[in-house]
Each structure stands twice: as C-alpha cells, then as structure tokens.
C-alpha cells in the first residue's frame, strides 16, 4: 500500500471539493419514498428468513438525548437534561423491539450491536444493560467471539467505572467523540473537553477488555489552526486508538440549525483546511495507521485493516465494519434498516415515531425497494468505497451483464477522472490510485445515476467530498 503522503495532491483535492453522497447506502437516503411503508417492511423481512443459510443480523439502536448542544453537529439529536425522557424512550424502544424481532427467525444469530446518537451515554450504564437484555430476549445473540457490540461514547458524561459496567453488560468496543482538544475551538463549537477525562476513558476502555477503541477527529472547525490541531494529534496519537475518524467539518446551516451558531468567518479557509487534513495524513502515517477510506484509519493489525487486506470490508449506515453478509436492522427515531434489497427509516421526528409505536404499528417512515440496477450499481459502489477497485469479470459474471456495455455512461464519465491520474482503466477493471484514494466518493459517482450535479450545487444535500 502507498504511504499516506502519496494520497495527498492538493491542486486535485481543491479542484473536486463539491458536494457528493458518503455512500453508507446506495441508493442514498434521499430516494427513499413514503411508498414503503410497514407492510412492505414486513414482506421483505419474511422473504429474507428463505435463505438456505440463515444471514446474520446486525442491530443499530438510536438513542437521540445530548445534554448540551454542539454547534457543528448534523446528527439527530434531542436536547435535554432531564433524564427522565431516556426511561420513557426506552419503554417504547422495548416495544419496537419486540415488534421488530418477530419478523425474523431465531435461528438466525445478531453479530453485531451498535448503540448510536445522540449520546448513547446519556442513558445510565444500568438502563443501557437493560436494553442488551432484552434484545437477548428478542433475538438470538452469536457466541461472544464473534460478536460486536460497540457504543459511541461522550467522555465528558462517563467515568471509568461506567466503562466496566458496560463491559460486563458485552460492550467490546467503543467510538469516542474529541473533535480537538484546543480551548478555543472547543469553545466556539460548545463542546469543552478535557484532555485527561478523555485519555482517561481510553485507558478504562483497555483495561475493561474493550478490542477496539476509535477516536473521532474533525478538521476545519471554527478558529482550528495548525499548531492547535498538531497538538490534539499528538495526544490522540499518544493514546494509540485501534481506529482514528478524520472527517471534514460539513458546514451546512441551512440543513443543521446547531450550526447557525457558528461564526462563518471564523472557519478555515478553503487552503487552510486542506492544509489541516495533510497535516493530519502526515502524522498518521508517521504513526503506522493505514488508510482505510473515506475518514477512516486504522492500525494494520485491527480487524478493519485486515478485512480490507482480505476483501471483506463492508460499509453501511454504521461506517465501514466487517460484517458484510448482515441485514440491518434500525431501531429507534431516525433509525434505518437495510434487509435484502430494501432500505427503510423510522421517522426523523420523536412524536412520529412515538405516536406509530403507541399505535402498535413498526414505526416506517419511508424507504425503497431496490430495483436489479440498484442491486448492481451497489455492489459496484460497495467495491470502490471499500477496496477501490472493480474486477469487470467479477462484477459481470456475478450480476450476468457485459459490464463495459453496462456501464458504458458511466466509464465515460470517469475518462476525465483518468486524466487527472485518479483513476486508471484497462480491460480488465479499474481502480482508484494513490491520488484518487481519498476522493473515493468522486470515483462512486460516476456510477450513481440518481445524481443531478445541477439541482445539487444549487441546494446541497450532501457534504463536500474534502
């Protein structure tokens, strides 16, 4: 693999700066429609139980509650402190979840648990075991070794002993939000958090027997600068997390109302931000983590490195993750499931969601049923997002088409991608080179077919790709 200094070329990197999908689904979030509804939820699931062999699944549960706003946040989230609004969720929760799971057979094993928000840890260590034990009761749990349970943690509102009560609950891994640690940025976005607390959760996390810990970064943040954000990389690298989350800072105010809050002005410029991520791909690099896409990095010996050495990387709503054959399943406000070829999402609002699960209904919102050419440009996308190549052979035998006349469109529109040394084509498939490797998405668009560029520089849906 090219180091991650080659990844950088900041002429490219400027010039296809636009807004493009992150593909955690394809097709993405906004084709999804108010056509799909509970009752094609429930076929779906009753046809994915046929499977000669069972498929595992994998659960993602949205707990919504933040103490505290932070101003560069586009998560749904609910603001409050009154704790009392995390007991009354749950009770519904425990009936969604009850719904939910009589739609799959038991024979088939959940892998994979992810509690995402919010902040999960809202909840108090006690309530959050509570809701472990009644998805065993609801669902047949894969034996320990082969199951994930991860929990996106907020340092500032756990201790260490709250840490080992998770673990014993069957956490093994933990995603835990800094974004920086310098002062003056922390207090422009609202989140001020101390060094010590953080690298202190880190510390429970490995002596609790957590396998993973991931730490989230973000660059071009409201008043960041190089020294300040060299700083914070050195003490998240000092801790020596498994994985590190670069993302861009998305600014979007007119989709995310937190970030009205935030000062345009005293955002990086165009160059300086850039000039923030190079900085951070330099001392990553330096410290031996490999690149796995999108934001993503990690220590070649996580499991995520190795799935991608091996093939297996997969990436869904929940990032990338190694468990590619699951269906997933959502649970909670906002939550969305991808089961056999369908999408689907609970409401976004809490009286929406509350008001279908006091109706005894699945609380479905929108969401599609994929059509053949979904299927296939899907795939293809999975294959450039996860591992940055197409085998045309592959793909063609796999889904019985001629993929050069299949794709003909879309390896047309890739030719200008192939002259900015992006990406190089020959007869046999395509991948992304060390330049291309961080504009990713920019490559998976070109297969996307939903895309309009015209109606999307005009009102953007999507974050910029850098």
């Not at 595992?56 to 707990?63: G, K, M």
């Not at 953080?198 to 960041?224: E, M, W």
């Not at 709503?317 to 649970?331: K, P, Q």
Request: charged share 25%.
């Amino acid at each position: 693999m090219a180091s991650l200094s080659a990844l950088f070329d900041p002429q490219l990197l400027q010039r296809y700066d636009v807004p493009g999908p992150r593909y955690t689904s394809y097709p993405t979030a906004p084709q999804f429609s108010p056509g799909f509804g509970e009752a094609e939820l429930r076929k779906v699931a009753a046809e994915s139980n046929g499977d000669p062999i069972p498929r595992p699944i994998s659960l993602y549960l949205h707990i919504p509650f933040c103490t505290s706003p932070c101003f560069y946040c586009g998560c749904n989230r609910i603001i409050t402190r009154d704790k009392t609004r995390g007991a009354a969720y749950l009770t519904r929760l425990y009936r969604e979840i009850a719904m939910a799971s009589s739609m799959f057979d038991r024979d088939r094993d959940v892998e994979q648990v992810h509690f995402g928000g919010g902040t999960p840890n809202f909840l108090d260590p006690e309530q959050i075991a509570e809701v472990v034990d009644v998805l065993r009761r609801h669902f047949t749990f894969a034996r320990r070794s082969k199951m994930d349970c991860s929990i996106e943690l907020d340092p500032r509102f756990i201790t260490p002993g709250k840490v080992g009560q998770l673990a014993e609950a069957g956490f093994n891994r933990a995603s835990l939000g800094v974004q920086d640690f310098d002062p003056v940025v922390q207090e422009a976005v609202n989140r001020v958090q101390g060094v010590e607390q953080t690298l202190g959760i880190i510390d429970a996390c490995r002596r609790h027997g957590f396998r993973s810990v991931n730490v989230d970064l973000i660059y071009g943040l409201p008043k960041q600068t190089l020294e300040g954000f060299s700083r914070t990389l050195d003490i998240t690298l000092q801790a020596r997390p498994d994985r590190l989350a670069i993302y861009g800072y998305a600014h979007l105010p007119n989709l995310f109302r937190p970030q009205q809050r935030i000062n345009a002005a005293d955002l990086p410029s165009a160059q300086a931000k850039l000039d923030l991520l190079r900085l951070a791909i330099d001392k990553l690099g330096a410290a031996g983590y490999e690149y796995i896409g999108m934001d993503h990095f990690a220590l070649p010996e996580d499991e995520l490195a190795r799935a991608q050495r091996d093939g297996s990387l997969h990436r869904n709503f929940m990032g990338y993750t190694t468990h590619a054959e699951s269906d997933l399943l959502g649970l909670g406000v906002s939550a969305i499931s991808h089961i056999g070829a369908s999408f689907s999402q609970n409401p976004r609002d809490l009286p929406g969601w509350e008001h279908a699960i006091d109706a005894g209904r699945l609380p479905v919102w929108r969401g599609m049923e994929m059509d053949p050419d979904d299927v296939i440009r899907a795939d293809v996308i999975q294959s450039l997002m996860c591992h940055g190549e197409l085998d045309f052979e592959v793909v063609g035998r796999r889904h019985v088409i001629d993929f050069r006349d299949y794709f003909r469109d879309s390896l047309a529109r890739l030719a200008p991608l192939q002259d900015d040394g992006l990406v190089e084509v020959d007869r046999r498939g395509l991948h992304a080179t060390s330049r291309g490797r961080l504009l990713l998405r920019i490559i998976a668009m070109c297969f996307d077919r939903y895309l309009t560029p015209a109606a999307d520089a005009a009102s953007p849906r999507y974050s910029r790709t850098v």
